[in-house]
């Protein structure tokens, strides 16, 4: 099945590669639906998200000839969807003036077991409601695997920033998951 799966990825791969609108189209449908849910967890405006994904599927299709298939498709979509998302953010000052004025806050440790205890979707659901500073570390740290070296750089923030709004995404959700009766203490 892989083997059948990785033929429909050339052939896809191939169309889009001589910018066949129908094989665009067919990958764009492919991928959205995920890439429009990981745009979500970087801002809480639709419309933003509806961009990032926009602009995303632009990069892809501008640089579907530098994709190797020495991984997935879908993580190799995702990535460029991801770094938009960073991109969209890095140029929006009034994101990282928010980074930076906030105060650092590690007096409230929360366990890492809490999150792996509860589902994606409600994680989803109060990382949504995160303050824009701390949801896009917390998507970097925890759902995109980034270390806080990464995320400083990529951010154009101090490590012990990046930390520090991680510590206060978990804080957050934590209260946030409390409230909505998901975990208790």
């Not at 998302?85 to 930076?100: S, T």
């Amino acid at each position: 099945m892989s083997k059948e799966k990785g033929s429909a990825d050339d052939e896809l791969i191939e169309g889009c590669l001589r910018k066949d609108r129908k094989y665009q189209e067919m990958l764009y449908k492919r991928f959205a639906p995920k890439m429009y849910a990981i745009c979500l967890s970087y801002t809480n405006d639709r419309d933003s998200a509806q961009d990032i994904l926009q602009e995303g599927f632009i990069k892809v299709f501008e640089n579907i000839k530098t994709y190797n298939s020495e991984g997935s498709l879908e993580g190799w979509v995702r990535r460029i969807v991801t770094n938009t998302a960073i991109d969209f953010y890095r140029h929006n000052q009034r994101v990282l003036k928010l980074i930076q004025a906030e105060k650092e806050n590690t007096d409230n440790e929360v366990s890492e077991s809490v999150f792996s205890k509860i589902g994606f979707d409600e994680i989803l659901i109060a990382v949504r409601k995160l303050p824009e500073g701390a949801r896009i570390v917390f998507n970097l740290y925890a759902l995109e695997g980034f270390t806080h070296q990464e995320i400083a750089d990529k951010l154009n923030i101090s490590v012990g920033t990046s930390k520090s709004q991680y510590s206060r995404a978990k804080s957050l959700l934590q209260k946030s998951l409390e409230d909505m009766n998901i975990i208790t203490l």
